[in-house]
């Protein structure tokens, strides 16, 4: 059976690779009124002698508040790069791997921005399933939108801010925070390096015998990170995945660096998806912020 499932399933990739490439004009979807006001707060939570960190909010789409935590290390000169993170599905901005993500790269020099996912965190709404294929699939896409808008505001909020150099901003987003990413990444050009982790493309290989269907496509077109990731280059992408992962299939991972141009690198850790070496994840993702988002020098 589970030979039948691989052979199944590279049929499947191979029709894909064949059928129509040209692209989807879906890019326009997640275009924006960027000059409404962001009717944002930013407000001292604590200060230490390391750092000072800030709750913060601001108006995205669909008259949405995004809730966020900005982190200022002390010693640095401003105008800082800054890095926006995000978390994954069911977690916070507050999450374990998060704060350690965001500890580390404070210490390394980077302001860090890190928001709530819609309906997660501080914006929960509604307890409906996440799923693409059930009966809440529009409103599980609706959480990818969203939150790529909300990624796009941003920047516009980081762009307002005269501590942090709008010319300097990174990205690093796990698991589903990497699948939205990639999206945001290839719509954004404010965002000059992306790093990508614990995600893929090619979704609709979700759907089985439906994979190949127009409702399917159709429906996937918006939220389908190899729609969007050709458009990261000429900047510089790294992903990092699991050889072993349990929750994003390897093979979607290859399919989508596989897409990418170059300048691209991709790393892979021997583990499933919640045991990847989130320290090795972190300093992977520095040291490519290092490379190409700090001045000669800043760089460690």
Request: glycine residues 6%; charged residues 25%.
């Amino acid at each position: 059976m589970q030979f039948k499932t691989i052979i199944y399933l590279f049929i499947l990739v191979f029709l894909i690779s064949c059928g129509n490439s040209k692209l989807l004009p879906v890019s326009s979807f997640y275009e924006y009124d960027k000059k409404l006001p962001l009717q944002d707060s930013v407000k001292l939570i604590k200060e230490t002698a390391d750092y000072k960190l800030f709750y913060v909010t601001f108006q995205s789409v669909q008259n949405k508040k995004v809730t966020g935590l900005l982190t200022i290390p002390a010693g640095h000169e401003n105008p800082l790069p800054v890095i926006i993170l995000l978390h994954g599905k069911g977690d916070r901005k507050t999450v374990d791997y998060i704060e350690y993500g965001n500890e580390l790269l404070y210490k390394n020099g980077f302001a860090v921005l890190r928001i709530d996912i819609i309906n997660h965190g501080d914006r929960i709404e509604n307890s409906y399933d996440f799923d693409f294929k059930g009966d809440t699939r529009y409103w599980t896409r609706d959480i990818l939108t969203q939150t790529v808008f909300d990624l796009r505001r941003a920047v516009d909020f980081i762009s307002s801010r005269n501590e942090l150099d709008q010319n300097r901003i990174g990205f690093l987003g796990i698991s589903l925070g990497g699948i939205t990413g990639t999206i945001f990444c290839g719509v954004e050009k404010r965002v000059q390096v992306p790093v990508i982790v614990l995600a893929g493309g090619q979704m609709n290989l979700m759907f089985g015998k439906q994979a190949l269907s127009a409702n399917t496509k159709n429906y996937l077109s918006i939220i389908e990170p190899i729609n969007f990731v050709e458009q990261i280059a000429p900047r510089p992408l790294l992903m990092i995945n699991a050889e072993n992962d349990d929750i994003i299939p390897p093979l979607m991972s290859k399919l989508l660096y596989k897409k990418a141009n170059k300048p691209k690198q991709i790393i892979w850790y021997t583990s499933k998806h919640h045991d990847i070496p989130i320290n090795d994840v972190y300093t992977d993702g520095i040291n490519w912020f290092n490379t190409h988002l700090k001045p000669e020098n800043e760089k460690k």
